[in-house]
């Protein structure tokens, strides 16, 4: 069974930047993706940026293209996400996000473990 647990949400400005991050423990080794999602209360959970696991292959949504950066780090077992330039609709709870069915996490019915959340606020 995998765990996931973020860090790093917090309360910046807008153009600054945060990173989050992701430490997986537990059983890992069948899994093929992960990602980061984003809510916003009253909104459906959105799909923000997505690693395959073997090939390191990366995919991001559009809302954050070009600002934001997935990278996992196996070796320390933890995923991270760079988010640059970061501006007031970037503002959501962001949620670690794996697959051990699917290669690229980039909607909820392809996740099997989700983290708790951690809150990012920009103003």
């Known amino acids: 069974h995998v765990q996931l647990v973020e860090s790093g949400g917090g309360s910046v400005q807008a153009g600054e930047s945060l990173r989050l991050s992701c430490v997986v423990s537990?059983?890992?080794?069948?899994?093929?993706?992960m990602g980061w999602f984003r809510q916003v209360s009253g909104k459906e959970r959105e799909d923000i940026a997505s690693i395959n696991i073997d090939d390191k292959n990366t995919r991001y949504g559009a809302p954050v293209k070009g600002r934001f950066t997935i990278v996992e780090d196996h070796g320390n077992n933890t995923l991270y996400l760079q988010m640059n330039s970061l501006k007031p609709d970037d503002t959501a709870t962001y949620y670690c996000a794996a697959s051990n069915s699917y290669s690229v996490c980039s909607a909820i019915r392809h996740i099997n473990y989700w983290g708790q959340g951690t809150q990012v606020t920009v103003s």
């Open positions: 537990g059983y890992r080794y069948s899994t093929y993706c």
